[in-house]
């Protein structure tokens, strides 16, 4: 098969480490990739988002199969685009239509699902600008910490958890006058549920689904989960406390009733299914879904799957992925991100990157990087994850700080406490 991944972060790049091992591939492509995806496919320089120019692309690369990255294209309908042109309609895409997609595109439409099948989580209201006293209103019903979301795609930086009443109806106000721009034109306000995060993921053919191996990252910037929130600084699969009990709960409380649920609203979904998860007491609640795999969750999932991915894949066009297997190893995967210097704020790029071919103990995932000349410099917030895998967490992480420590640039910066609180 000729395939082609869309996106440019770590999580891109571990997908196409993982496709090119299939023995069902013919060729690889990443648009538009980074310095990492280089080495394992051909980059194209076309924009995630840009259907037309993919659209001639496909069709001049013999395209087979599409697997979508990021949630970008996917909310703003890469699947429909393909689905309703006769010239590439014959084109799978991994990843759902942009209804599908409104499961991650709009926190209001997710609660609404949720509260439709009975799946666990939090209580919420929505408000809008006309509503800001409703808000004002509700907040005072609710125990601080008080937590709101941007309604709308926020790069994962649209959530706010405030201790203060007063600071917390400040911060409503500010996000409807577009603090997040359009995403928080609506925000959620949801009741604070305390407990450890986890994140399922599920791969989906409309029918039938697999069950991937589950992961807990870490947002905060800083150590002991303080500071601003990022798109992920860390992350830990398998997660203890996710045991064969609590599992078993996912599935039957949350996961069966999303997947059924998508079928009973018409909504015909297949791509990937993450499950923002919250453990309360042992009980699972959902606190967001997302439309594909996480980043940097996907850079310690994928690494456990013993199976083909590709031919799993494959099968979700024709939903027969009952057909294939899903296996994973019994070890433990841990990821660091390296980031850069005043990342999740203000940061410079083109910071020349060294030590890369000297590690030798876990596996590089480029996310925020560009090959200039016969340089790789750094190219976004964040840089490059490093992945191990041991028998325990303690080993595996060892190994990922061994390795953190063997790479330089300019500004780098990581936290040194991931898989803590596990």
């Known amino acids: 098969m000729n395939v082609l991944i869309l996106g440019s972060g770590g999580r891109e790049h571990t997908l196409a480490w993982k496709i090119a091992q299939s023995k069902n591939l013919n060729k690889l492509y990443i648009a538009p990739g980074n310095a990492g995806t280089s080495v394992v496919g051909e980059n194209i320089n076309i924009s995630a988002t840009d259907f037309d120019a993919l ?7 013999n395209i087979n199969l599409i697997i979508v990255g990021p949630e970008d294209p996917l909310v703003k309908g890469i699947r429909d685009f393909f689905e309703n042109d006769s010239e590439i309609k014959h084109i799978p895409v991994i990843g759902p ?3 599908g997609a409104q499961l991650e595109g709009s926190k209001e439409f997710a609660k609404e699902f949720m509260a439709r099948h009975n799946i666990p989580t939090a209580a919420y209201e929505s408000f809008t600008h006309n509503t800001l006293t409703n808000g004002y209103a509700f907040l005072e019903t609710l125990k601080a910490p008080y937590v709101l979301k941007a309604d709308g795609l926020a790069a994962g930086k649209g959530v706010l958890i405030i201790d203060d009443l007063q600071e917390a109806k400040d911060a409503l106000k500010k996000m409807l006058e577009g603090q997040f721009g359009e995403a928080s034109n609506k925000v959620v306000i949801e009741e604070f549920l305390s407990g450890l995060e986890v994140s399922y993921f599920a791969l989906s053919d409309g029918n039938n689904y697999k069950l991937f191996p589950e992961a807990k990252d870490y947002k905060r910037i800083g150590e002991n989960d303080a500071g601003l929130n990022t ?6 699969s ?13 599935i039957e409380r949350i996961i069966e009733p999303t997947i059924q649920g998508l079928k009973k609203d018409g909504i015909h979904y297949q791509g990937f299914v993450f499950f923002g998860l919250i453990e309360v007491n042992m009980e699972p609640y959902v606190i967001e879904y997302n439309v594909r795999m996480g980043d940097p969750e996907t ?3 994928i690494p456990r ?3 083909d991915l590709l ?3 494959a099968a979700v066009p024709s939903q027969k992925l009952n057909e294939y297997p899903c296996e994973f190893n019994s070890e433990t995967a841990t990821t660091v991100m390296l980031v850069s210097g005043g990342y999740p704020e203000n940061y410079e790029k083109g910071k020349l990157i060294t030590g890369l071919n000297n590690v030798k103990e876990s596996l590089l995932f ?3 990087t560009l090959k200039k000349g016969n340089d790789i410099v750094t190219n976004g917030g964040r840089v490059i994850a490093l992945t191990s895998i041991a028998e325990n967490k303690a080993e595996a992480l060892k190994k990922s700080y061994k390795s953190a420590e063997t790479i330089s640039f300019d500004g780098k910066n990581y936290r040194k406490d991931i898989g803590f609180d596990i």
């Open 55 to 61: 659209k001639i692309k496909a069709l001049e690369l």
């Open 97 to 99: 239509d942009k209804h």
């Open 231 to 236: 798109g992920g600084m860390g992350a830990v």
């Open 238 to 250: 398998p997660v203890p406390f996710a045991n064969e009990r609590f599992t078993k709960k996912v």
């Open 299 to 301: 850079e310690v999932v």
């Open 305 to 307: 799957i013993k199976s």
């Open 311 to 313: 031919d799993l894949l």
């Open 366 to 368: 480029h996310a925020g």
